[in-house]
């Protein structure tokens, strides 16, 4: 077997039509859908049609210009999620415009849903966008607790091309919209801009069980792509993973595609893991060559340690310190996104902590 041959021998997941047809019926549950079932009969077909073929893109073009094989058929998603993170890039690297800071809630929480009542991580975000929009951000908020209460709202598992070959792992992702496999609604497409526009990211987020929340991890591994990641999919002809194994052993260069943003970690938990999941994010950031603000801008914290959680909201109302410290992580992070663009050169000196040793 040659090095580059890649390896097979998992069991197929293809199904037969019969079981496509009743799982993708499944959505149309509600006895309302009752009346329209012989049309719904006939999009399953269809939708059958496109999966047997393995349609994954329908709509396409030649890549033309600019691109290794300029005959190759881009998908048209990939195009469009392609020219948006150029145009934040162009934004971005814009000195005439304000500088921008990302702020991610990272709890799946929301009063929009089953909890019934909003979390701790979005008051924190609360107060960290109005801090920063003070200090003359604009200020982009991410709410990852969207993929629980938002229809339509989805983000895929990363599929891992990057540990084929780097060069299969394409930047923004190809993965996704597959089409035939019915893996549409993909959010991804739509967060690349908001990394690559920003100059600074903050990220506040509860602990699940030692770790982040769920849609925390999923953007996680979805942004392998921004971190080594092929722009060009013409250069390995789509999904072609020998061609990509090729090219990484021909040399690779790993082009880091958010490098030299500055970026800020807000971890609360309510009686252990805190300080695992800040070290793993701060980890994971500083290896996708995204910079550290001041020591100010990281925090693990916990609210009501051991308390009962139905009263874990008035516990943050109580902890006005911290509160005082989201305030000044934000502060500290803008004020470090406006030096490193060269705004502003002043250290944090009027930045307090209100909890002095």
């Known amino acids: 077997m040659a090095e580059t041959t890649p390896r097979k021998g998992m069991p197929d997941p293809k199904l037969d039509r019969e079981a496509f047809v009743a ?52 998908a048209l998603d990939w195009l469009d999620a392609r020219d948006a993170i150029l145009k934040a890039q162009r934004e971005h690297d814009d000195l005439q415009r304000p500088p921008r800071l990302l702020l991610i809630n990272a709890a799946s929480r929301s009063e929009h849903t089953c909890p019934g009542e909003m979390s701790k991580t ?36 990363c599929k891992t091309c990057f540990s084929t070959a780097a060069p299969l792992c394409h930047w923004p992702c190809s993965c996704y919209p597959n089409h035939s496999l019915g893996q549409t609604q993909d959010w991804m497409n739509a967060i690349y801009p908001m990394w690559v526009a920003a100059h600074g990211i903050m990220i506040v987020t509860p602990v699940n069980w030692y770790h982040t929340s769920s849609p925390m991890k999923l953007m996680i591994d979805r942004l392998v792509c921004a971190d080594g990641g092929n722009p060009d999919p013409t250069r390995t002809h789509g999904k072609d993973a020998e061609a990509a194994k090729k ?53 693990e914290r916990y609210i009501g340690y051991w308390e009962p959680y139905a009263t874990s909201h008035t516990a943050l109302d109580r902890d006005q310190a911290l509160l005082r410290e989201v305030e000044i992580a934000a502060r500290a992070l803008a004020r470090h996104v406006r030096r490193r663009r060269g705004r502003e050169t002043p250290p944090d000196t009027d930045l307090k902590e209100p909890r002095q040793k």
Not at 41 to 68: C, H, M, Q, S
Not at 137 to 157: A, C, F, Q, T
Request: hydrophobic share 40%.
């Open 23 to 74: 799982r993708y019926l499944e959505q149309f549950h509600d006895p309302a859908f009752r009346r329209l079932d012989g049309a719904l009969a006939e999009i399953a077909a269809v939708a059958w049609e496109a999966y047997d073929a393995g349609r994954k893109a329908p709509l396409t073009r030649k890549a033309g210009p600019g691109f290794a094989d300029p005959d190759y058929d881009l």
């Open 122 to 157: 979005w008051r924190l975000t609360e107060i960290a966008r109005d801090t920063a929009t003070s200090e003359g951000m604009e200020v982009d908020v991410l709410d990852l607790s969207r993929l629980s209460s938002e229809y339509g709202r989805k983000i895929y598992p």
């Open 247 to 299: 090219i990484e052993l021909e040399g690779w260069n790993y082009p880091r595609h958010l490098a030299g943003r500055g970026y800020s970690v807000i971890v609360h938990g309510d009686a252990e893991g805190a300080t695992e999941v800040r070290r793993a994010l701060s980890d994971w950031l500083s290896s996708m060559e995204l910079v550290p603000a001041s020591g100010a801008c990281h925090l």
